[in-house]
């Protein structure tokens, strides 16, 4: 059985940093892109981030320069560094391995003063 589990989210101040991390269980993510999805209630869930399997990152315009995806293949996770948070970065945060159907349960992030 498949399993994703996020974890680390909380509240942060506006330019705080969070990191966000995704172990999996049930399969072996190190020949899998992975992602990190957002959503805000009323709005449809965005892609933020992905980590190929080569290493290669892509990152939504927004978050380029704040956000850093990582991956540790020995410890079948995936990390998500978020640093200089702001209000708009507020969502529940998903990961994802990409052409699949396995998400993970979400973990709230929320940036307020």
């Known amino acids: ?3 994703l589990v996020e974890s680390g989210g909380g509240l942060v101040q506006p330019g705080g940093s969070l990191r966000l991390s995704c172990v999996a269980s049930g399969i072996s993510i190190d020949s899998r892109h992975m992602n990190w ?3 805000i ?3 449809q869930r965005e892609l933020v981030a992905r980590i190929f399997v080569d ?3 892509w990152y939504e315009d927004s978050v380029k320069g704040r956000f850093t995806l ?3 293949n020995a410890k079948n996770t995936v990390y998500l560094q978020m640093n200089n948070l702001r209000s708009e970065d507020t969502a529940l ?3 994802h391995i990409e052409f699949t159907n396995f998400w993970g ?3 709230q992030v929320t940036v307020s003063s």
Do not use: N, W
């Open 1 to 3: 059985q498949v399993q």
């Open 37 to 39: 999805y957002r959503q």
């Open 41 to 43: 209630p009323g709005k």
């Open 55 to 57: 290493g290669r990152t």
């Open 70 to 72: 990582s991956r540790d």
């Open 93 to 95: 945060y998903y990961c």
């Open 105 to 107: 349960q979400g973990t």
